[in-house]
């Protein structure tokens, strides 16, 4: 059950995110979870109906997209589809294969509630400081 | 520059309010921002302040991972009678409750730390941020951090260590490794524990838990180890005094090493998308 410590990671840099934006409210959250990751979506689900209560994203939802397992291989350079129990190459069968997707955990993208004028602010002040959100 | 015509987008930030940029907006009054960061950023920030300590003070962190039972402890036990005398070892113990196993190393006269997690199941780079608080790191080569027996969440979790050591006993199955393929994908080196007990267990092959391992593109090394006699255990000493060597050699080239499996926060610095 660490999708509930993962899930309160995930909104404390939310909460960053909402206050560097002056966002009055978070309206939506995306992230991009591959099955490698250790982390089980459903799960991951639940446990946001949970952690988000009483926070600045105590209304948003959460969208969670699903990336595929796919390997390239060192021995004959193919990319291919594998499962989480089998990371050889599909076309030659060689282990010697890297992981090119699907041990992702990452929060893709944030919706916020901003009134137009906090906004153009926050714009400008990041234009001006180069703050990237990296 | 108003809001409304959009005379505020210029060729300097057009990009940014694209389709897909980091300001477009979704909807009147909204706005998306693209973060591309690692769920357990917080984790990972920690653990690389940890790992910057260890390698300040020269120590090898290794993280030792199995399910319940599979004999890390008793592993550390015969590690430290067989080497206390040439490395200095210190030891943090995970578990949910008690402090048993860190009795257990602390009477073989090196320092051992619990952390009992209550019902984490997992150690975290915080949990062990505070652990090396009461540990001079000065005097240590060796760091082991006992994870809390459990096969799935601790593979999760950067703790700031070098290496990975996953345990596979050979009462629990050798299709282990494709049954938890993110603990075991982990792996620097997969220990095959308990072979005394193979004489008696005809269900475990060896071969066939190496071969697992394998299908998880992993290079690791599949050794086998029996504590209970302290001649079997050279494989894994013999894998352990290499590791020293090699972290003392990255260490004088002003390097760090990482398991050799990131949890993705790592290699997302890398990752085209992570600077649109």
């Known amino acids: 059950m660490h999708e509930l410590s993962v899930c309160q990671s995930m909104l404390a840099q939310v909460d960053a995110i909402a206050m560097q934006h002056q966002a009055s409210r978070v309206t939506g959250i995306t992230l991009q979870i591959g099955p490698l990751s250790g982390i089980e979506p459903g799960l991951l689900q639940q446990a946001f109906t949970l952690a988000r209560?009483?926070?600045?994203?105590?209304?948003?939802?959460?969208?969670?997209?699903?990336?595929?397992?796919?390997?390239?291989?060192?021995?004959?350079?193919q990319e291919s589809e594998a499962t989480p129990n089998r990371l050889v190459c599909g076309h030659c069968g060689d282990y010697h294969t890297h992981l090119i997707s699907g041990d992702e955990m990452l929060l893709a993208s944030v919706e916020l509630d901003v009134d137009s004028q906090t906004r153009q602010a926050a714009d400008e002040q990041t234009f001006s400081s180069g703050v990237k959100y990296v | 520059m108003c809001d409304t015509c959009g005379c505020n987008v210029t060729p300097g930030n057009r990009h940014l309010v694209a389709p897909g940029?980091?300001?477009?907006r979704v909807d009147k009054g909204k706005t998306a921002v693209d973060v591309l960061q690692n769920l357990l950023s917080e984790n990972d920030h920690q653990a690389a302040?940890?790992?910057s300590h260890f390698d300040q003070h020269g120590v090898l962190a290794i993280n030792l991972m199995s399910s319940p039972?599979?004999?890390?402890?008793?592993?550390?036990?015969?590690?430290?009678d067989a080497l206390k005398n040439r490395y200095r070892i210190a030891v943090i113990e995970g578990d949910l409750e008690t402090e048993n196993d860190a009795q257990r190393i602390r009477d073989k006269g090196v320092p051992a730390i619990q952390i009992t997690t209550g019902n984490a199941c997992h150690l975290d780079a915080h949990m062990v941020h505070d652990a090396l608080h009461q540990l001079d790191l000065k005097t240590i080569d060796i760091l082991f951090i006992e994870n809390v027996g459990n096969l799935v969440c601790p593979a999760s979790f950067d703790l700031g260590q070098h290496r990975n050591l996953t345990l596979l006993s050979v009462t629990e199955g050798d299709d282990k490794p494709a049954k938890y393929p993110v603990m075991f994908?982990?792996?620097?080196?997969?220990?095959?524990?308990?072979?005394?007990?193979?004489?008696?267990?005809?269900d475990f092959n060896p071969d066939q838990a190496t071969q697992y391992v394998?299908?998880?593109?992993?290079?690791?090394?599949?050794?086998r180890v029996n504590s209970r006699q302290a001649a079997q255990l050279n494989p894994w000493l013999d894998w352990l005094e290499q590791e020293v060597e090699i972290h003392r050699q990255c260490l004088a080239r002003g390097e760090s090493h990482r398991?050799?499996?990131?949890?993705?926060?790592?290699?997302l610095h890398q990752h085209p998308l992570a600077h649109p």
Request: net charge positive.
């Open chain 1, 53 to 77: 209560a009483g926070g600045v994203a105590d209304e948003a939802t959460l969208l969670i997209e699903s990336l595929p397992i796919r390997v390239k291989c060192q021995r004959c350079n």
């Open chain 2, 21 to 24: 940029g980091k300001f477009s």
């Open chain 2, 49 to 51: 302040h940890n790992r």
């Open chain 2, 69 to 80: 039972g599979a004999g890390k402890t008793s592993l550390l036990e015969k590690t430290i």
């Open chain 2, 185 to 202: 994908r982990a792996a620097d080196l997969v220990l095959l524990t308990k072979t005394d007990l193979l004489a008696v267990l005809d």
């Open chain 2, 214 to 223: 394998r299908q998880l593109a992993s290079e690791a090394p599949v050794l």
């Open chain 2, 259 to 267: 398991p050799a499996i990131q949890p993705d926060g790592a290699r």
